[in-house]
């Protein structure tokens, strides 16, 4: 079954300050990879996703993310973190057989001001 | 469009009652997948309804259930409440099944008390 690792449980980062939140799968073929955003209190948003071609993923809110085939990794990055990112990062991956949707177990952000 | 809309948004119940919570997918979407979300477990993938149909079904006991309707809109219960069940319900929806390059949209929530 797949599975879907985020090593980082809680980070902090300076506003300005670049992020990278790592995301390591398992599967046995190509997934399809996702990350997501929730705020406090609120629901998740899809910040991007990746299928094929291009393995540097371009996101909403300045978010972008590279997938990495030999690593199995799929970490999110931002060059300038904004006060206003400081949420929680899910990591999620689906696939073609229509079997349970995984997400990673969470990244927290805080920033400082 | 509107988004994925739950109801009610805040419940509290008490041990051994049952509850329903309810989710209005997006406009045109088929799939309809519902996840619990607590601190200790994370998200935790309940079961996905696709064309009034369960399509597919996570790791929980039988008093938790769902159903999907003809205009897409899905319920879902779970009887018999435990201290445990208290929780985040999540619902989201896509255009196909969740387990693919489908993207879900997620509603805010359901925050579920019990006491």
């Known amino acids: 079954a797949q599975s879907v690792t985020q090593p980082d449980i809680h980070i902090t980062v300076s506003e300005g300050a670049s992020l990278e939140l790592r995301c390591n799968y398992s599967?046995?073929?190509?997934?399809?990879l996702f990350w997501y955003v929730q705020s406090p209190g609120q629901g998740l948003q899809l910040l991007l996703k990746?299928?094929?071609?291009?393995?540097l993923v371009q996101g909403i809110k300045g978010f972008e993310a590279e997938f990495k085939r030999s690593q199995s990794s799929f970490n999110l990055r931002k060059p300038s973190v904004h006060w206003s990112d400081a949420a929680e990062y899910f990591c999620a991956v689906g696939h073609n057989y229509g079997q349970n949707f995984v997400f990673g177990p969470g990244t927290r952000l805080s920033v400082l001001p | 469009k509107a988004g994925v809309t739950q109801t009610p948004r805040y419940l509290i119940k008490t041990r051994g009652q049952q509850v329903t919570l309810s989710c209005s997918p997006i406009s045109g979407h088929r799939s309809v997948s519902w996840y619990q979300q607590t601190p200790g477990q994370g998200l935790q993938f309940l079961f996905e309804?696709?064309?009034?149909?369960?399509?597919n079904k996570g790791n929980f006991p039988g008093r938790f259930s769902g159903r999907q309707f003809s205009n897409s809109r899905s319920e879902m219960n779970v009887s018999t409440l435990e201290l445990g069940d208290s929780a985040l319900y999540l619902c989201?929806?896509?255009?196909?099944?969740?387990?693919?390059?489908?993207?879900?949209?997620f509603g805010p929530g359901t925050r579920l008390l019990v006491l």
């Open positions: 989201a929806s896509s255009l196909g099944l969740a387990g693919t390059q489908e993207t879900q949209y």
């Open positions: 599967y046995g073929a190509t997934p399809y």
């Open positions: 990746y299928f094929s071609g291009d393995t």
């Open positions: 309804y696709f064309s009034e149909t369960q399509r």
